[in-house]
């Protein structure tokens, strides 16, 4: 029981967490931190690809996915909150405010995520399904960048509606109507399944089932 207590109050909770639950995470943290102030953190924000080479090299507690992980690996995942992706255009661009097919959709340029980004993976499996490509002008590291450069007018984009809020509210960029979007995915809390949580841990991955979908705002674009 003493060990228990300690393990609360000093222990080490090390996160990781898909770019889109970046705007996220730091919040649900920080608030869990009030309650547990002296415990030592680690946050890492990163891709798909990544987080599943940091659950192979088992370097955190939790993890959060943007969509269910694949049945082989055995993990063990708690769905926790809608990731929908969604399409954005500058404002001004000829396709806001009309009904867009992927058809059409497929003839802008288009600014894609890295390689082992999920969000790149789910576009090219949605293209690829209909026959279609990508025609990819720039590849980018983050959303910011991708925001930015539909900003700029340089083409269209996917992201995570979690990255259109919380940011620069003034931002000349709108969302399309394009047939198949929003792709439905989910944030997921994953850890091995054959690994023993940390109290911490638990105790954190609680906090995010009971209280993590207040620290999320999916209405107000
Ligand atoms: P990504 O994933 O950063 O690997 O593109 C984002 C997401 O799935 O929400």
Redesign the pocket.
């Given at each position: 029981l003493l060990d228990d207590y300690r393990g609360m109050k000093r222990g080490r909770l090390r996160v990781s967490v898909?770019?889109?639950?970046k705007y996220f995470a730091p919040l649900a943290l920080g608030k869990f931190c009030k309650k547990y102030p002296k415990i030592e953190l680690g946050l890492k924000i990163?891709?798909?690809?990544n987080?599943y080479k940091r659950i192979d090299q088992n370097l955190d507690d939790l993890y959060i996915?943007?969509?269910v992980p694949p049945t082989h690996l055995d993990l063990t995942s708690v769905p926790f909150a809608p990731?929908p992706?969604c399409i954005i255009a500058h404002k001004n661009h000829p396709l806001a405010g009309q009904k867009v097919t992927l058809k059409r959709l497929a003839k802008e340029p288009f600014l894609m995520?890295e390689e082992?980004?999920?969000?790149?993976s789910?576009i090219e499996d949605l293209f690829a399904e209909q026959g279609l490509t990508v025609q990819e002008r720039l590849s980018l590291e983050s959303?910011e960048a991708v925001k930015h450069c539909v900003a700029g007018e340089l083409g269209v984009a996917c992201v995570?509606e979690?990255a259109l809020n919380l940011s620069e509210p003034n931002m000349p960029i709108v969302k399309l109507d394009v047939e198949g979007f929003p792709i439905l995915?989910q944030?997921n809390i994953v850890y091995p399944a054959s690994k023993e949580l940390s109290i911490l841990a638990k105790e954190f991955l609680t906090f995010l089932t009971e209280k993590g979908q207040g620290y999320i705002d999916l209405q107000s674009n």
């Amino acid at each position: 029981l003493l060990d228990d207590y300690r393990g609360m109050k000093r222990g080490r909770l090390r996160v990781s967490v898909i770019t889109t639950a970046k705007y996220f995470a730091p919040l649900a943290l920080g608030k869990f931190c009030k309650k547990y102030p002296k415990i030592e953190l680690g946050l890492k924000i990163t891709n798909r690809e990544n987080i599943y080479k940091r659950i192979d090299q088992n370097l955190d507690d939790l993890y959060i996915l943007g969509q269910v992980p694949p049945t082989h690996l055995d993990l063990t995942s708690v769905p926790f909150a809608p990731n929908p992706l969604c399409i954005i255009a500058h404002k001004n661009h000829p396709l806001a405010g009309q009904k867009v097919t992927l058809k059409r959709l497929a003839k802008e340029p288009f600014l894609m995520r890295e390689e082992g980004s999920g969000i790149r993976s789910a576009i090219e499996d949605l293209f690829a399904e209909q026959g279609l490509t990508v025609q990819e002008r720039l590849s980018l590291e983050s959303n910011e960048a991708v925001k930015h450069c539909v900003a700029g007018e340089l083409g269209v984009a996917c992201v995570s509606e979690h990255a259109l809020n919380l940011s620069e509210p003034n931002m000349p960029i709108v969302k399309l109507d394009v047939e198949g979007f929003p792709i439905l995915k989910q944030w997921n809390i994953v850890y091995p399944a054959s690994k023993e949580l940390s109290i911490l841990a638990k105790e954190f991955l609680t906090f995010l089932t009971e209280k993590g979908q207040g620290y999320i705002d999916l209405q107000s674009n």
